[in-house]
């Protein structure tokens, strides 16, 4: 079992930026991928980020790569998601996830949730 909890969220005006933080606890292996996922009113759960726990390597859907950076401390199982250029697209409700399989990942299925972060960004 994994346990996931997110801190970090808030509201911040466009062009802003916040951390946030996911830290795990629970059985995290190094075949396992850890990231975020965001949803916001209305509409579906996209994916944020992913990294290779591993390596560390990230995966960021193109709208995204310019502004987003994810990283992991592994000594304090420990994952950040970096977003500057706020925009108030970006206002939602992130989420941590953990999966030790990858197709669960790339389906939004991952096998660990945390319980969501508000990240609210004004124009």
């Known amino acids: 079992q994994v346990q996931l909890v997110e801190s970090g969220g808030g509201s911040v005006q466009a062009g802003g930026s916040l951390r946030l933080s996911c830290t795990a606890s629970?059985?995290?292996?190094?075949?396992?991928?850890l990231g975020w996922f965001r949803q916001a009113p209305g509409k579906e759960r996209e994916q944020v980020a992913r990294?290779?726990?591993?390596?560390?390597?990230?995966v960021y859907p193109k709208s995204l790569v310019d502004r987003f950076t994810i990283s992991r401390d592994k000594a304090k199982n420990t994952v950040y998601l970096q977003m500057n250029g706020l925009k108030p697209e970006d206002t939602a409700m992130y989420y941590c996830?953990?999966?030790?399989?990858?197709?669960?990942?790339?389906?939004?299925?991952?096998?660990?949730w945390g319980k969501g972060t508000q990240v609210t960004v004004s124009s």
């Open positions: 996830a953990a999966s030790a399989s990858l197709n669960s990942w790339l389906i939004g299925q991952p096998s660990y």
């Open positions: 629970g059985s995290i292996t190094n075949d396992m991928f």
């Open positions: 990294l290779d726990w591993s390596s560390g390597a990230p």
